[in-house]
């Protein structure tokens, strides 16, 4: 119980910042998870925004990913790109005792003035952009890298999106679409991609579109136990508010 307050209190409140709005929701299997997010303040009005997923679950993968936490960190303020401080986290992994485990990211950079997202993908599902007008969009399946931990030379490429008011950014952990029902169905497949559809139905801006989210997973898995940590930050640039500086924002972890 202690350690899953510790854990929950490591994890960063959604940042609060005119003219965007960010949500996070975070629910590991047991007390403690290898689910990881975080926001990092950058120089030049940007922001890391980040997510994790060690290939493990309960106290090895939260030891694993409280240290990553602190390296990520340090990278992305080091070297705020994403595919370089992608790869010099994968170096660092060569020198960890992780015997089988391996770590999925998504690393990005929020522009906050010329609301631009850039990020890399490693082995980690692709981020979801909703369009004002409800159109759902994946860019960078060509850029995906390996997961690190795995070849200590990979290399990772970054891709950069344009977003306009109304817009919303979705990445979550795969707990999210390995959710199963009742009836052992996955709450998202090829053949019934529910998060797509969920995400293009979900209410104005980011805050609506992670509650809905979450609202109809739980709905859906309500009757099978929970396997896997599930993760999903949404964020995005709103219409009718003024820009601003980052500031704390109290909501955090409610669906």
């Known amino acids: 119980m202690r350690a899953g307050q510790v854990q929950r209190r490591i994890l960063p409140a959604a940042p609060a910042r005119p003219g965007y709005e960010f949500f996070a929701f975070y629910q590991p299997v047991y007390a403690v998870g ?15 925004v980040v997510v994790g997923d060690v290939a493990d679950k309960g106290v090895p993968a939260a030891l694993m990913m409280a240290r990553f936490a602190s390296e990520t960190r340090h990278c992305i303020r080091s070297s705020p790109v994403p595919e370089t401080a992608a790869a010099a986290l994968n170096g660092q992994l060569g020198e960890y005792d992780m015997e089988e485990l391996f770590i999925t990211l998504c690393l990005g950079v929020l522009e906050f003035g010329p609301r631009r997202f850039t990020w890399c993908s490693a082995g980690h599902p692709l981020p979801l952009i909703r369009r004002a007008d409800g159109r759902i969009e994946e860019h960078g399946a060509d850029a995906r890298g390996v997961p690190l931990g795995i070849t200590p030379d990979a290399v990772y490429r970054q891709v950069s ?15 999210v679409t390995d959710a199963l029902s009742a009836c052992e169905e996955r709450y998202d497949s090829t053949e019934n991609p529910r998060l797509r559809n969920r995400l293009s139905l979900a209410g104005d801006g980011p805050r609506a ?7 109809d997973l739980l709905f859906f898995s309500a009757g099978h136990a929970q396997f896997d940590d599930i993760t999903l930050i949404c964020f995005g640039p709103v219409a009718g508010q003024p820009d601003g500086g980052i500031e704390a924002d109290t909501a955090l972890n409610c669906a």
């Open 34 to 48: 290898g689910d990881y997010y975080d926001f990092v303040p950058l120089p030049r009005d940007r922001l890391a």
């Open 161 to 175: 999106l344009e977003l306009e008011p109304g817009d919303v950014v979705l990445i979550y952990s795969d707990g």
């Open 209 to 215: 579109a992670g509650q809905s989210i979450i609202r």
